[in-house]
């Protein structure tokens, strides 16, 4: 069965969107620009998740992730203690996507700034919605491992095409899949959670399973 939510998006963390635009020091010029690009994208920003549930099993060096079959070192490490996933799509919606493209010819500075408020929204929703699951099987007496979306690490990119399938993301969402993978609304992230009885140990996730040490986004463990 697919579950399907709009959720409250969390306040804006001020300092994530600055990281994603680049900038470290909030001057005014920067706090005037960045109050009025979130006054005017606020309205467009609505927080959507479609999810499913699937059994997670290991044959012959795959990951049998229930909707496909995988070879992933990373992943098999990420869900290293589970015997189940949770596999979601989010989105903040086309609005944002359609601001983006009408600064980006009139005023670039606006558009870093709200493409930067777009990447803040869409983690924030993520991490809001991973929470629930991991409150959700903790009164269950199961742990979580930290979501990992395709193209973390070794996780194939071509897997897209089965969750899009699988969630009918276009339908309960508005979410679509083109042939380049890329996703639109762009402000969008598809992962898989695991689920498993233990807590068992520490678990890489995100930008500790990218081997792109240079990357200006990279957070810090």
Known sequence: ????????????????????????????????LLDSALAEVKPTLSG???????????????????????????????????????????T????LDRLIGRYSRVSPSRALMLQAIGAERIEALCDAFCEEVRQTAQAAGLHTAPRF????????????????QVLDCSRKIG????????MSPSKSVTAVIGLGPCA?????AGCQCCGKTDCIYRRTP
């Open 149 to 164: 979306s395709p193209g973390y690490g070794d996780f194939p990119l071509a897997v897209q095409t089965e969750i899009f």
């Open 1 to 32: 069965m697919i579950f399907c939510r709009t959720f409250d998006l969390p306040p804006v963390n001020r300092k994530e969107v600055l990281r994603y635009a680049g900038t470290r020091e909030e001057t005014p010029e920067i706090a005037r």
């Open 200 to 204: 068992g140990g520490e678990h890489s």
């Open 92 to 95: 903040v919606g086309l609005g």
């Open 48 to 90: 959507t998740v479609c999810w499913r549930e699937f059994p997670l099993s290991r044959q012959d060096g795959m990951l049998d992730l229930g909707f496909a079959r995988v070879r992933s070192t990373a992943l098999n490490r990420n869900l290293q203690d589970c015997d189940r996933i949770v596999l979601f799509a989010a």
């Open 175 to 182: 979410l679509t899949l083109n042939q380049s993978l890329l």
